[in-house]
C-alpha cells in the first residue's frame, strides 16, 4: 500500500505540529511499547518522520508528490476501508447500524438535512473537546448514504 497505514496515521496525527518524545506518543495513542516503536521506525524509514533530541517530529521536507501519494483518494479509500473493516470485526463494544432503507423523496431531503446538523454538531464538539482529549480516546464515527443499485454496480465494476 503506498498510503500510510491506519496505525501510522495515527502515529502521524499524534505528533502534531510540534513532534513528541515516544513515551507521549504512546500515551496519546494506546499503543503497546513495542508496536509504537515499530511503527515510529517504519515511519523515519519511509521518510516521513524524523527523531532529534528524543524527539519525534514530521519531516517538513516531503514532497508535494509524496504527500500526495500519502494523503491522496487511493490513501484515504484504503485507510477508511482498513477501519470500517476493524470495527466490523469487533465482538463488543461496537455501536453502529448498516441497514437498507426504503426512503420517499420527502424523507431523504429530511435525511439529509440530519445528517447536515449531524456534521456541524461533529465538527463543533470536535473543536471544543479536541486540545483536552488524547488521540486514543478520540471516537471513530462514519454514516453516509448511496442508492443501492449504485452499489450493486460498483460491486459488479470492482
Not at 502521524?12 to 504512546?26: W, Y
Not at 523515519?44 to 517538513?60: H, M, V
Not at 485507510?79 to 465482538?91: N, R
Not at 440530519?114 to 486514543?136: I, P, R, V, W
Request: include cysteine; proline fraction near 1%; aromatic fraction near 6%.
Amino acid at each position: 500500500m503506498k498510503g500510510l497505514t491506519s496505525l501510522e496515521r495515527i502515529i502521524v496525527e499524534s505528533l502534531g505540529k510540534h513532534g513528541q518524545t515516544f513515551e507521549r506518543i504512546q500515551e496519546h495513542t494506546g499503543l503497546q511499547e513495542n508496536v509504537c516503536f515499530n511503527l515510529l521506525q517504519a515511519l523515519i524509514l519511509k521518510g516521513i518522520i524524523s527523531f532529534e533530541k528524543k524527539t519525534y517530529q514530521i519531516n517538513r521536507n516531503i514532497s508535494p508528490l509524496m504527500i500526495e501519494e500519502k494523503n491522496g483518494q487511493e490513501a484515504k479509500k484504503a485507510e477508511s476501508l482498513e477501519v470500517i473493516e476493524a470495527i466490523a470485526d469487533m465482538k463488543d463494544d461496537k455501536l453502529y447500524r448498516f441497514q437498507k432503507i426504503a426512503l420517499d423523496e420527502k424523507d431523504e431531503k429530511i435525511f439529509k438535512a440530519m445528517l447536515h446538523n449531524l456534521e456541524s454538531f461533529l465538527k463543533e464538539a470536535n473543536e471544543k473537546s479536541q486540545s483536552s482529549t488524547l488521540l486514543k480516546d478520540k471516537k471513530i464515527i462514519f454514516w453516509g448514504m448511496s442508492d443501492v443499485q449504485k452499489v450493486v454496480k460498483q460491486i459488479v465494476k470492482g
